[in-house]
């Protein structure tokens, strides 16, 4: 009897782990092609400068835009670390790409908060961390169909704007960072 039950479990087992492993791989990002028309607001990045949002969106450089704030615990250190491994992986095509990752908590993410949190994940020259008044961030999220006006129900989302022709990619969930190379390397990369 015991010898005939240990195949029911080993089978059991098995089946148990395919199942989780196959609902887990299952888990997808949502990926649409859209077109948006950028506010001409002015906003400050992690050194204190002022910058023009909208000649900043106008690069010849491939971009891709977040939303993130500095105290965040959840979504951002997620996206986060997806912005800090595209730009390891990236090498001598660094420059290629501008990194962008816009404050949805303007009243505590100061110049010197986002500076600090740049330094946490090792950015280097190309990722910026904007801020700026309210007004003006609910500007830049409303462009991108991105508007939360609550920063604890915000969610996993990012915007690539194509070198090639300007249109915009928005994924909607994480990605992993090949995931994101990828989207990156199909925008024009």
Request: charged share 20%; hydrophobic share 40%.
């Amino acid at each position: 009897m015991a010898l005939r039950i240990i195949p029911i479990l080993l089978t059991l087992v098995m089946t148990a782990g395919s199942f989780t492993h196959a609902s887990a791989s299952d888990v997808k990002y949502k990926r649409s092609i859209e077109s948006y028309t950028m506010p001409d607001v002015t906003l400050i990045n992690q050194d204190g400068k002022k910058v023009r949002f909208r000649d900043m969106m106008a690069s010849n450089r491939l971009i891709a835009v977040d939303f993130i704030f500095g105290t965040c615990t959840t979504i951002c250190p997620v996206l986060s670390a997806g912005y800090a491994n595209l730009q390891q992986r990236l090498g001598p095509d660094l420059n290629k790409v501008h990194l962008v990752s816009i404050s949805i908590d303007p009243e505590n993410d100061t110049p010197k908060v986002m500076k600090e949190y740049l330094k946490r994940y090792r950015a280097k020259p190309g990722w910026d961390f904007l801020t700026g008044s309210r007004n003006d961030i609910d500007a830049v999220m409303k462009a991108f169909d991105a508007y939360i006006p609550n920063k604890m129900a915000h969610y996993p989302l990012t915007l690539i704007r194509s070198s090639q022709n300007g249109s915009w990619v928005r994924l909607f969930g994480l990605l992993s960072s090949s995931e994101f190379l990828a989207e990156c390397r199909k925008a024009g990369l």
